[in-house]
Nanobody, 116 residues
């Protein structure tokens, strides 16, 4: 089992920046990949960014060049730096950890609202 605690969401004006954090606890030695997904009302949950244990990263097309995912292994924490935010980035952002077994665990979600 893995527990994920997210923080850092909030309200920001378009063009601004926010940083999300996701701290993992529990069976952290079994984690293979961590990432961020987002969902707004009426839409499916979509990939924002993922990072592997070897620091390989992948981004959703809509955030490439604006968002950066990183990890601090010593703190078992993954970060999402979001720059040049747009109103369409408004969503609930979820942290996800995937174990080597393939099992996935989700955080509680963090609201990000970008005003125009």
């Amino acid at each position: 089992q893995v527990q994920l605690m997210e923080s850092g969401g909030g309200l920001v004006q378009a063009g601004g920046s926010l940083r999300l954090s996701c701290a993992a606890s529990g069976s952290i030695g079994s984690i293979n990949t961590m990432g961020w997904y987002r969902q707004n009302s009426g839409n499916q949950r979509e990939l924002v960014a993922v990072i592997t244990n070897w620091s390989f990263t992948n981004y959703g097309d809509s955030v490439k060049g604006r968002f950066t995912i990183s990890r601090n292994s010593a703190k078992n924490t993954v970060y999402l730096q979001m720059n040049s935010l747009k109103p369409e980035d408004t969503a609930v952002y979820y942290c996800k950890a995937v174990l080597r077994t393939g099992s996935g665990f989700w955080g509680q979600g963090s609201q990000v609202t970008v005003s125009s």
